[in-house]
């Protein structure tokens, strides 16, 4: 979507510009009602053929974007309707946070088979001699598939001499690993919220932009408008995400601008969940628990929980980056608002949480961000820096590429107990998390430490994104490199932290050592005795 999806994410900027506009300029939420004509002004329509469809789909984008519900199709409704029930000071999300705009999809069809005109009506015709269901017949013109017949087996299309036959499936239902999309009762797209992560990918694939998710937008805008205490924490995937030019000490000051006191890494926080897995990990595999799945990704969370309850137990008790830096803001000053700022969907939920409200009070995605910079017309490129930020370790910023969590986590294990054998798999699409974690379960994934990101390549790739993954995945390369701090334990502002936490591991790895070498005697001496018995005998 980053490269191609061009006038989709146009609309989205527009519209989140829109409403941080309306908040910092705190005008009254009537004008609401002519946005929609601010942003698609005249009466010809640009993205599809009725200016007046086009004009309704975006206001249901703004009423998500307020964090309002999406309205009845069968009933009259303003854009407005709702608001007045809205505590717009301290809103918090509400689910569904991923909707579907019904008017917006085009009731794609789901998943089937389709010979093209490269069919040469061929003699062998292997594709009817495949099929199961003889839903494969040669027809006047080549071959022809009965959709009432055909299971979707993919034969036909696998045996084609001539690849006539593709296969095709609704975009938003292919990249969803959960199956969370079905259809309406007239084929529109629908998400089961029960099944659903929030991963957002379905969101990033329609090309009809059809999908959308609720906001906090207008909420923190007027927080950064009259609050103090006001501090951000930006996921280590916001590198490279606002052009080659835009340095990460320029965009930290424009976040600042907006009207936070202050800003720091959420690396900080995974240097502090770096250490605490590898302690756990330590502690528990295998002694206590088969395996261990770390804890950064929401979705791949909620996943393991939904679809393998029994197996929940055996993701890390640690928690995620976003957390973990909140608490150590909140341990400075605990009158702090904080603000998570990233790539994700789920982290939107994953704030909702009981556990969790306490510490973050909002979260938005980079391309909210975008949005808010445009509203208050910060170039991020102009901006001069007088100082570099250095809050976390490389290991710690490494933490948005796929891999990077499992190999920080090792690294670390591996410097506090050398002697601890550690193996690391990692799956990164909830398909390969799926996979994955059917594997474990079987019990095919004993003493390992597994990742698991919902998204293909990492955090660098998820839904709030803005910039090519390639592009992205360079920058945070390089911005790894500039970290004074190698790894977690060298990380001089989470010192307190890693002495505590630390003094406890020392303490239980040696423990586990001595333990060991006990039972290491005793087997010996037991063999020893088995020996001596049977000389005897």
Known sequence: MKESYVNLINIRRQVFAEVARLAFENVDLSELRQSAYRILPGEVATYRDSIFKERAILEERLRLTMGLEGRKYTEYSAITDGLDQLDLEEAHFTTPLVNVIPFACEACPTKSYLVTNNCRRCLAHPCTNVCPKNAVSIGKYGAVIDQDKCIKCGRCEETCPYNAIIHYDRPCASV?????????????????????????????????????????????????????????????????????????????????????????????????????????????????????????????????????????????????????????????????KITFIGPCLSKKLEAMSEKVKGYVDYVITFEELMGMFVAKDIELTEIEITQEIQDASSLGRGYAV?????????????????????????????????????????????????????????????????ASINRVRKSVQKFMSESQFPTPLDNVNIKQTVETDLKELSDEIQAYREKLKRQLEAEARACVSQQKATRKE
């Open 402 to 466: 796929a891999g990077g969590v499992a190999e920080a986590v090792k690294q670390t294990a591996m410097k506090l107990d050398p002697e601890k054998a550690i193996q690391v798999e990692g799956a990164n699409s909830l398909h390969e998390c799926v996979t994955m974690m059917r594997l474990a379960k079987a019990g095919k994934k004993n003493g390992y430490l597994l990742e698991g990101m919902a998204c293909p390549g990492g955090c660098i790739a998820g839904p709030g994104t803005i």
């Open 176 to 336: 969803c690993g959960v199956k969370a999309i079905d259809s309406d009762y007239l084929g529109r797209a629908h998400i089961d919220e029960k099944k659903c992560v929030a991963c957002g990918r379905c969101l990033t694939q329609c090309p009809f932009g059809a999908i959308a998710d609720k906001s906090q937008i207008y909420q923190l805008a007027r927080a950064l408008s009259t609050k103090k205490n006001m501090y951000a924490i930006i996921a280590p995937s916001i590198i490279g995400q606002f052009g080659l030019l835009a340095n990460p000490w320029q965009i930290v000051e424009g976040i600042k601008r907006l009207g936070f006191n202050e800003v720091v890494e959420v690396s900080l926080g995974a240097d502090i969940t770096t250490i605490r897995e590898a302690k756990e990990y330590l502690e528990k595999v295998p002694e206590q628990i088969p395996y261990m799945g770390t804890s950064c990704c929401a979705s791949w969370s909620m996943m393991v929980e939904k679809n393998f309850p029994n197996e929940y137990q055996y993701v890390s008790d640690s928690s995620s980056p976003m957390i973990e830096t909140a608490k150590f803001l909140k341990n400075i000053n605990p009158d702090a």
